[in-house]
């Protein structure tokens, strides 16, 4: 696993932050926000591009595929894939953005009007701007030949992604696939886009506060960025060459709340399907389940319908697991959060440690699950889930246990 995030480039400090329960939100640094509604943001730091991938490939890049690229580099390593070009063309590599290059699009358009003249546009805008770049830079700079492509979904983008990777080693498509997701949106253009439509926070004066999911006095998303990578290799494959094997990827569930292209349906209904076909998929029942990293965005409607949808698919189970939403921590990173939340919930099933939901200090009558509050929990984690859910009704839940 790799992770580029606003607490920290590395899956280890990404994860020792989590674990201590630190806040990676504060004020917007990389442009001027003081016009803004909400400006505040967890921005990824201390990311140098140029020295992590080469000052040439990475001015052909965008902010998302260089987190992307460096996230996925540490995975490969940490890995240890072999270097051998018949093993390369059996790997595959499947990441998930909601929207994909869009500081390119931001920055190229300024540039447009301030020249005047179409033609000064960078000939590497269109590549940089789609979203499959990034994928397609992992396969260039190691060789991988196996299938790879990007999936977007909005904020389940990373998930879905994941979902792909699941089948294409469990269909025998390639012997291991690098996946997850990458997001880097905070610009003028996002941040004004999601301003207007007042999904986010503006709890500006205090900004580590300010993502508070399940909480009753949270008032809208965080927005965040980085990138969580994750290597799928064949079961057999890897334990054949010794490979060190983090968990075992269980199953998978997908569905569509078929109901409105931003709201999400108050009931749960869709989000239940998901969990459902995750229990047929993984072989595991709702009462083995021990830890939800939950989609949590910290918005007045998204927070109870995802509640609803665990008490509707767990039962009395429901009240029993730990629910953790570690977007109070490293805020939204769209269609890039279940690249970060999936490395999150691989290291609660290795270290049986649950991470907090920070700033957890009024419970909402419309949610009534455990959720961790504040403090990191030991406890035992064998099964878990990661969920996303994104615009347009697109649900998608992965479930994680130890090896069996």
């Known amino acids: 696993m790799g992770a580029v995030t606003p607490l920290g480039n590395s899956r280890e400090e990404f994860w020792r932050r989590l674990v201590a329960g630190e806040s990676g939100v504060g004020p917007i640094s990389v442009f001027d926000a003081s016009a803004f509604t909400t400006r505040i943001a967890a921005e990824v730091k201390d990311f140098n591009p140029e020295e992590l991938i080469g000052r040439k490939l990475a001015r052909r890049m965008d902010r998302f595929a260089q987190y992307a690229f460096v996230a996925a580099k540490e995975a490969i390593d940490d890995a240890a894939l072999p270097d051998d070009q018949d093993f390369k063309n059996q790997v595959g590599a ?39 770049a990034a994928p397609a830079h992992i396969s260039m700079a190691f060789g991988y030949r196996g299938p790879v492509f990007s999936a977007s979904s909005a904020c389940a983008s990373a998930n879905d992604a994941i979902c792909t990777a699941y ?8 012997l291991a696939v690098i996946t997850g997701g990458s997001e880097a949106c905070i610009s003028p253009l996002a941040v004004g886009g999601f301003c207007s439509m007042k999904a986010m926070s503006t709890r500006n004066d205090e900004p580590t506060k300010a993502s508070r999911p399940f909480d009753k006095e949270r008032d809208g998303f965080v927005l965040g960025e980085g990138a969580g990578i994750l290597v799928f290799e064949d079961y057999e494959h890897a334990k ?13 569930g997908q569905s569509a709340d078929a109901y409105d292209l931003v709201a999400v349906d108050p009931d749960g209904n ?24 939950a989609h949590g965005t910290s918005t007045p409607i998204g927070d109870p319908a995802e509640s609803k949808a665990i008490e509707k698919a767990f039962g009395a189970h429901a009240h029993k697991i730990g629910v953790s939403s570690t977007k109070s921590m490293h805020g939204h990173a769209l269609g890039g959060a279940g690249g970060l939340e999936g490395v999150a919930t691989v ?19 419309e949610c009534t699950l455990d959720y961790v509050p504040n403090v990191a929990r030991k406890a035992p984690v064998n099964v878990a889930l990661s969920n996303s859910f994104g615009f347009g009704g697109h649900n998608s839940v992965i479930v994680f246990g130890k090896v069996r």
């Open 94 to 132: 499947v990441t998930g953005s909601g929207i994909g290059g869009i500081q390119t699009f931001w920055y190229e358009s300024i540039k447009a009007a301030q020249v005047g003249n179409w033609t000064k546009t960078s000939p590497f805008f269109i590549p940089m701007l789609m979203s499959n």
């Open 167 to 174: 089948n294409l080693v469990a269909y025998g498509d390639a």
């Open 240 to 252: 054949a060459r010794g490979a060190k094997i983090y968990c075992e990827v269980y199953g998978y």
């Open 270 to 293: 869709g989000v239940a399907l998901a969990f459902d076909r995750a229990f047929k998929s993984a072989g595991v029942s709702p009462d083995e389940v021990d830890h939800i990293n």
């Open 347 to 365: 290291m609660a099933v290795v270290s049986d440690i649950m991470p907090p939901t920070i700033n957890y200090e009024f419970p909402d009558p």
